[in-house]
């Protein structure tokens, strides 16, 4: 495991804080004897030890990889491939604030009271308008409100996990879930993927053997890796489901965002015995900010999500309820959803026809046909943190493929990268930088 230098340096911080260790300039760090620590000034009250207190679970938990990724995107001169964040450029703000200036003029003060638990009902059905859209039969009465479909993960992990228990996910997957589920006392098994997503046919060895409580998917234009499981694979992925009953968590936030034609139809469209639980959010399709995703599941499963909810945050703030209701009923959503989708085909086009005139050997890459992500594997003899460094040099950041494996050490031959925050102007420098460094590192 590697552990970079501020990791370290807030680990003395937080020593000396509970007190101890001691340092001086020049002397260095020293462990503090129980006799020292006990002999303080009268009216000193010793630091809570605070590491003392956390549980197993979070004191584990040190790794900060969303946050990272969140500090990294903000810098100005940067050229970012590393989030997975919406064009700012394409915000539908001027249509927001008319919304908004009308949702202030006509509603009382509804506006600014609680929500019901389950979330805004007017919303729900507008939801359930985007579901047929997507081939998925349900009414507003399927869908809870959520916090961000990544509450959804949280609230899975607490409804199903109990500590031991094990979770299959794609293998590489969405950090994000092997973090919460692993929080909650998870063994967490990759399935491998190919370029028809999930390996249908090892995963039957993986349920004999590992009995997991449920399979997380990512079905549609997968983060990392772009992919889409085939129509034949997602029957026999269910079939299997049914067979060793296996609930599984499909989550789509970025099905509808589709260059060409419409992709196969999400997992929950084909399921006929209630086994997947759907979740998706506004989040690639709007705004990261508005925590706006939903869960759509069985009776007895969403019954779970509202009471967590209730007990979490009883329910997704109303005004931002209030805004999505609208803009999806005025037809603004599906225009949206019709730019994006032109924009950001162009978008990757641009990073295709960069990562071509600039390839290096020992690279490849995959053809998104939606979605956010080009997968782009790197020659045999990087070495992972010197790419960060080098490309970081040339002002280019991007995700390094192991924060998507669940034990870690594989992923090193593979980097994301996202083509739908940064200016368009921008990918071809980016990518001739980031491929200036690929071959930098492989020759050094
Ligand atoms: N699942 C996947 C696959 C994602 O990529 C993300 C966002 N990076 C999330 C869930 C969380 O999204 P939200 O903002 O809705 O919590």
Known sequence: LEVNRSTVIKAYQELKADGLVDSHVGKGTIVLSQAKQAALPDGYINPLPWYQLFTETIAGSNDNIIGDIMAITGGDDLISFAGGIPAPSLYPVEIMREIQADLYRKTSREMFLHSPVEGHYPLRESISYLLRQRQIAASAKDTVILSGSQQGLDFAARIFIRPGDTVLVEEPTFFGAIQIFRSAGARVIGVPIDQDGLRTDVLEALLVRHRPKFIYTLPTFQNP??????????YQLLNLAYQYQLPVLEDDPYGELYYDSAPVPPLKALDRH?????????????????????????PQVLAKFAHLKQMTDLH????????????????????HIALLRQEYAGRRDRMLEALGKYKVPGTSWNKPLGGYYVW????????????VAN?????????????????????DTHVRLNYTFVNPDQIEPGIKHFMQAVRETATD
């Open 225 to 234: 890796s772009g992919v889409t499981l085939s129509l034949e694979r997602r």
């Open 274 to 298: 209630g086994y997947v639980i759907y979740l998706s959010t506004f989040s690639k399709s709007l705004f990261l900010g508005l925590r706006v995703g939903w869960i759509t599941a069985p």
């Open 316 to 335: 997704v703030n109303t005004p931002a309820q209030f805004l999505l209701d609208a803009f999806i009923r005025r037809g603004d959503y599906d225009n």
């Open 376 to 387: 782009c594997r790197l020659p045999d003899n990087i070495v992972r943190h010197k790419l």
């Open 391 to 411: 490309a970081g040099k040339r002002r280019v950041v991007f995700l390094p493929g192991e924060a998507f494996y669940p034990d870690g050490t594989q992923g």
